[in-house]
């Protein structure tokens, strides 16, 4: 893949495609008391395309890094870069898909031998798709004890351009569940 066309995609993890769903799965820590979080900082994050690092996107960086801020803010949570409750860090990347489909040669209304039975052997039929799929992977890690207490998972069709709409609904969206309710 020419080295333009991975820049070009950078701007693209984080896009839904028109009709593409965005799933989300989120998991957390039990023991952890998420009501005594009140602040937190955006400790940084990692991009890459078909695993190679785009971290030099900053581009993409600044537009997930303002969704993580105004997500947890509207979640009652203030921005603090000294002594932050927790430390939140992200790593999206995307990478190439194929998708592929098959069709028998003859309608299913043909009977239980219509596949290499009476009618001969038969012929499928293949469609394939490429497209590009997104992942963010948001982690909120408790600053006192280091340790991870939430994790949400967003994967998505994406195409270029990112835009700032765009990766706000996806990162709200990763939010609704937070913080948790045992």
């Given at each position: 893949?020419?080295?333009?066309?991975?820049?070009?995609?950078?701007?693209?993890?984080?896009?839904?495609?028109?009709?593409?769903?965005?799933?989300?799965?989120?998991?957390?820590?039990?023991?952890?008391?998420?009501?005594?979080?009140?602040?937190?900082?955006?400790?940084?994050?990692?991009?890459?395309?078909?695993?190679?690092?785009?971290?030099?996107?900053?581009?993409?960086?600044?537009?997930?890094?303002?969704?993580?801020?105004?997500?947890?803010?509207?979640?009652?949570?203030?921005?603090?870069?000294?002594?932050?409750?927790?430390?939140?860090?992200?790593?999206?990347?995307?990478?190439?898909?194929?998708?592929?489909?098959?069709?028998?040669?003859?309608?299913?209304?043909?009977?239980?031998?219509?596949?290499?039975?009476?009618?001969?052997?038969?012929?499928?039929?293949?469609?394939?798709?490429?497209?590009?799929?997104g992942t963010l992977v948001i982690d909120l890690v408790d600053q006192?004890?280091?340790?991870?207490?939430?994790?949400?998972?967003?994967?998505?069709?994406?195409?270029?351009?990112?835009?700032?709409?765009?990766?706000?609904?996806?990162?709200?969206?990763?939010?609704?569940?937070?913080?948790?309710?045992?």
């Amino acid at each position: 893949m020419p080295r333009r066309r991975l820049a070009t995609l950078g701007p693209a993890l984080l896009v839904a495609a028109g009709c593409a769903t965005v799933s989300i799965v989120t998991d957390f820590d039990h023991a952890a008391d998420f009501s005594r979080y009140r602040t937190f900082a955006v400790a940084g994050g990692h991009l890459s395309i078909n695993g190679v690092s785009d971290d030099g996107n900053t581009i993409v960086k600044d537009r997930i890094r303002n969704a993580l801020v105004a997500a947890l803010r509207a979640k009652g949570l203030a921005e603090a870069p000294e002594h932050p409750d927790l430390l939140v860090g992200y790593w999206a990347g995307a990478r190439s898909r194929i998708e592929i489909e098959g069709m028998p040669p003859y309608a299913p209304e043909m009977g239980p031998y219509w596949y290499g039975g009476w009618w001969g052997p038969g012929y499928t039929q293949w469609w394939t798709r490429t497209y590009e799929e997104g992942t963010l992977v948001i982690d909120l890690v408790d600053q006192a004890s280091h340790r991870l207490v939430w994790r949400a998972y967003a994967r998505t069709e994406i195409k270029p351009p990112v835009s700032d709409e765009k990766v706000r609904e996806i990162v709200d969206k990763a939010f609704r569940a937070f913080p948790p309710r045992p």
